[in-house]
């Protein structure tokens, strides 16, 4: 039995928000200091409940291809069994900053 791809719970702070989405795969990028955020789900348009957090982060990433995200605002990934709602919310208490490196002094 083929296993089905994994799905991917990002949260990540922006602008005093954090964002939870769900995503296909997850990379450490090229781009030094950055994670890249790949294959974006979002609930189906089926459904009949509509959330207006789900739907604000679907017009602001739903016709990413890829998105950067620097490392130090990354909060948690998790892998998931299945996805849920993607949101925003307020971030609340201190995030801690990645530790970083302190630059050479020559």
């Known amino acids: ?7 991917y719970r990002v949260a990540f702070v922006n602008q005093d928000k954090v964002y939870e989405l769900y995503v296909r795969h997850v990379y ?6 950055f994670i890249e955020l ?6 189906s348009k089926s459904e009949l409940v509509v959330d207006p957090g789900e ?3 679907k017009q602001q990433f739903g ?3 890829r998105s950067f ?4 605002a990354i ?3 998790d892998e998931v069994r299945q996805q849920g709602v993607a949101k925003i919310s307020d971030a609340k208490g201190t995030v801690t900053a990645f530790p970083t490196i302190p ?3 020559s």
């Open 55 to 57: 739907e604000k982060l």
């Open 38 to 43: 790949e294959g974006f789900v979002f609930g």
């Open 1 to 7: 039995m083929a296993s089905e791809e994994p799905i």
């Open 75 to 77: 909060v948690r990934i």
């Open 28 to 33: 450490p990028s090229d781009l030094w200091g």
């Open 103 to 105: 630059p050479r002094r």
């Open 63 to 65: 016709d990413v291809k």
């Open 69 to 72: 995200i620097p490392m130090h």
